[in-house]
């Protein structure tokens, strides 16, 4: 019994944690909403991104997990020398993509 409470307890804790942290060179890099290209951009690729959406039995938080897939992307667009990233689309099982741009903000 007690090991089942440790187990669950775990679960509850480890699910409110964020093990997504953003690098000193993304910090510099925007989000704009869904919609069409940022004007005055040039595109510099997509970026792919997925996390945990679940941990065993329990469904993580859905504003955490699309908070942390933000992250990544944002973590990725320096490699592409990208300043701005776009959502392709909605997460899905814990998976988004971005388009890349460069807007010399």
């Known amino acids: 019994m007690r090991f089942v409470l440790l187990a669950a307890a775990s679960t509850v804790l480890l699910s409110a944690c964020t093990w997504v942290h953003l690098a000193p060179n993304a910090k510099a890099v925007r989000v704009v909403a869904p919609g069409a290209a940022p ?3 040039e595109k510099r690729g997509e970026v792919s991104v997925s996390v945990k959406d679940s941990v065993a039995f329990y469904e993580r938080n ?9 992250t990544l992307a944002r973590n990725e667009a320096p490699g592409l020398q ?6 392709l689309g909605d997460p899905a099982n ?12």
């Open 39 to 41: 004007a005055g951009c």
């Open 62 to 70: 859905e504003l955490r997990v699309r908070d942390e897939l933000e």
């Open 82 to 87: 990208a300043d701005t990233l776009q959502a």
């Open 94 to 105: 814990g998976e988004q993509r971005f388009a890349a741009y460069r807007c010399g903000r």
